[in-house]
């Protein structure tokens, strides 16, 4: 019970387009807020964004505000992360995550979490 599976991840050109998915499994998804991290080599694994259960309400970081939009789709079950004019510095491996209640941008409130999925933005 309660997987989540990344993919999408892949080698992108800087300002080209990815769309990460990640599929939940074993819970309700709208108990749920559901979250995407990345961690860079020799980083720390930050926020990137974040859906509340209901799905009315997302949260970005501020560098990929207006570039990066978090959607869900409840008969899939899936969460997905669009990433426009990506950057070099979007490189990292990604997680989605799921957290009780509510969103948060710190790792510690999400209880379950994926495999994640690379993305490499390089030319």
């Known amino acids: 019970q309660l997987q989540l599976v990344e993919s999408g991840g892949g080698l992108v050109q800087p300002g080209g387009s990815l769309r990460l998915s990640c599929v939940v499994s074993?819970?309700?998804?709208?108990?749920?807020?559901i979250g995407w991290f990345r961690q860079a080599p020799g980083k720390e694994r930050e926020g990137v964004s974040c859906?509340?259960?209901?799905?009315?309400?997302?949260n970005y970081r501020d560098s990929v505000k207006a570039r990066f939009t978090i959607s869900r789709d409840v008969a899939k079950n899936t969460v997905y992360l669009q990433m426009n004019s990506l950057k070099p510095e979007d490189t990292a491996i990604y997680y989605c995550?799921?957290?009780?209640?509510?969103?948060?941008?710190?790792?510690?409130?999400?209880?379950?979490w994926g495999q994640g999925t690379q993305v490499t933005v390089s030319s």
């Open positions: 074993g819970f309700t998804l709208n108990y749920y807020a």
């Open positions: 995550a799921a957290a009780r209640n509510y969103c948060s941008g710190y790792v510690f409130p999400y209880d379950y």
């Open positions: 859906i509340s259960r209901s799905g009315s309400s997302t």
